[in-house]
């Protein structure tokens, strides 16, 4: 046999080929309301008058979801399965699409979050299932790169979401304030014509979001009447009884928690305001923005295919680590090229140095999730479902971070987005820790 043949046995267990491309297509699936969470947050700083740290809560309220829902998710996998927890995460994702229609009706951003939550609530569900079973579907010795594999096609979701968002979310009117003031002048039926306009924008949302919620039905549907391998057959650890205590042995595992944590804040901050970045820093509209946004997605998608085929020669974890070290480095072009930092002279070269820098972050962040996924799990046999629960919940950094840039954004000596971007570089800190000494009694 040859090597190539060695490897594609290696990489997916025989006769598990289609389980995993059924799998595949979740981790597509969840990434649209991920990356559509970044086109919500600069059109409800619009539509629903918000400040940047009030748009942040847009992603508290979807890792909130998460957050709480993940040991839920992983003791009701432990006893029904990996198949019956995907289904529940499928029709809890549906249920919170579905909420977008009365809450665009009510204009009350309580609403919107609601439904968010539901979303997350769903997608911890779809995250600890289809992550952590992708992992068994293969030797654990290449489960990082089968993990890599399978995240590649999560980007390409992501591109698909923003190009929704863009194109049927942005109306690209931008009212000056002057044009604000005249529209409050103009007395109408239902008030002015401030709040009509303000009304329409709302509505532009829901369209997108049933038609994803009656997909993610048809999915589930799909699901159901597919027959899945019983997860004892791939391996006798894999159906027995895990425990929280005996997790506490792993320092790779919490150490991942503690990375995963402060990737989702790196990751998310940089996303949810790019478009921010990209409209305080050019002459830019919010649709040539949301186009950056989807050009972001495709670096996203080749940097995870091309690091996943970098991985058959350095190693996960030690790749993750140089990335960590090299986007500490762009984001400090970030911040230090802005319109804010003005005293650098950088951003007077040309403004598109902060912006690239700030999109090239996305090639190198492409690995850290999965890596970090695959990594914690290492060696924990029967505990592996519940350790995945802990990773899932470190979730809560995207949460608890990316309001924390936009708090930092609206202080009185800021006033910008660019010096909350000191949060990512203090995370890639903590990632470039992991990658090369916490993750050293998980590595390969």
Known sequence: MNNNTSNKAKLITPGYVFTFALITFLFFLWALPNVLNDVLIKQFQKSLELTR????????????????????????????????????????????????????????????????????????????????????????????????????????????????????IFSGNE???????????????????????????????????????????????????TKFPKVENLGKEAGQKGSFRALLRYPHWYGAIISQFFYLGAQLGTWSYLITYVQENSPLTEKQAGGLLVVNMIIFMAGRFFSTWLMKWVQATKLMGIYALINIGLVSIVILG?????????????????????????????????????????????????????????????????????????????????????VPVVSYGVICWYGFRGSKAGCE
């Open 53 to 168: 740290f009030e748009a942040g809560l847009i992603q508290t309220a979807i890792k909130l979801g998460y957050f709480c829902l993940a040991i839920p998710a992983g003791l009701f996998m432990q006893r029904f399965g990996y198949k019956v927890g995907i289904i529940t995460g499928l029709l809890l994702f549906a249920a919170g699409c579905f909420l977008f229609y009365p809450a665009a009706g009510s204009g009350i951003y309580f609403v919107f979050l609601s439904g968010i939550f539901v979303i997350g609530s769903g997608l911890s569900f779809l995250e600890l299932g289809a992550n952590s079973f992708i992992t068994l579907l293969g030797d654990p010795s290449t489960s990082a790169r089968r993990l890599n594999l399978a995240q590649s096609f999560n980007p390409i979701g992501g591109i698909t979401g923003v190009t929704l968002g863009t194109l049927f």
């Open 175 to 225: 009212p000056t304030t002057e044009q604000i003031a005249g529209m409050k002048a103009q007395i109408t039926a239902t008030g002015n014509a401030y709040t009509d306009f303000l009304q329409t924008e709302n509505s532009r949302v829901w369209p997108t979001y049933i038609i994803i919620g009656i997909a993610v039905l048809l999915v589930a549907f799909l699901i159901f009447k």
């Open 338 to 422: 802005s319109e804010w930092a003005s005293w650098t002279g950088i951003h007077a070269i040309s403004y598109w140095i902060g912006i690239i820098a700030m999109m090239t972050t996305t090639f190198f962040m492409s690995l850290m999730y999965p890596t970090n996924f695959a990594s914690g799990l290492k060696g924990l046999g029967p505990h592996a479902k519940l350790g995945a629960s802990m990773l899932i919940m470190s979730l809560i950094g995207g949460a608890v971070l990316t309001p924390l840039i936009g708090l930092i954004a609206e202080a009185s000596w800021a006033r910008a987005i660019a010096p909350g971007m000191i």
